[in-house]
């Protein structure tokens, strides 16, 4: 492998753990804002450790898989889209789920003031 696949794989592991721990300081922010967002906080943490490992995956993947012809290029295509369309279904899923919870939960002031 050339040394400019390692830097550039170098680079993109560096922004991976940089992202994890940006989300954990603005975890640590919402939580010092709001005592009760402990389950933000807990969301943003987990936000920032997927997305962190994707790019370190990335640059394992450049570390480790060289990519010597067409057919090895269109199995690594292969493989990223497959990642990226179940990333896809898992964030429409979660979106769903949290649109279910904002209808069936009620706000705070329906819960102190109820419809006669």
């Known amino acids: 492998m050339r040394p400019s696949w390692l830097l550039i794989a170098a680079t993109i ?15 640590v922010g919402i939580v010092l804002r709001e005592r009760q967002a402990i389950d933000r906080a807990k969301w943003r943490v987990t936000q920032g450790a997927i997305t962190g490992l994707a790019f370190k995956l990335a640059a394992t993947l450049l ?9 090895q290029i269109g199995m690594f ?3 990223y ?3 990226f369309m179940s990333k896809q279904a898992f ?8 649109r279910e919870e904002n209808v069936c939960a009620p706000t ?6 109820p419809r006669r």
């Open 13 to 27: 592991e560096f922004l991976g753990a940089l992202l994890i721990v940006v989300y954990a300081v603005r975890a």
């Open 63 to 71: 570390k480790t898989m060289p990519l010597l012809d067409w057919h």
């Open 77 to 79: 295509a292969a493989m």
């Open 91 to 98: 964030r429409r899923a979660q979106q769903e789920e949290r």
């Open 108 to 113: 705070l002031r329906q819960a102190r003031f």
């Open 81 to 83: 889209t497959i990642r």
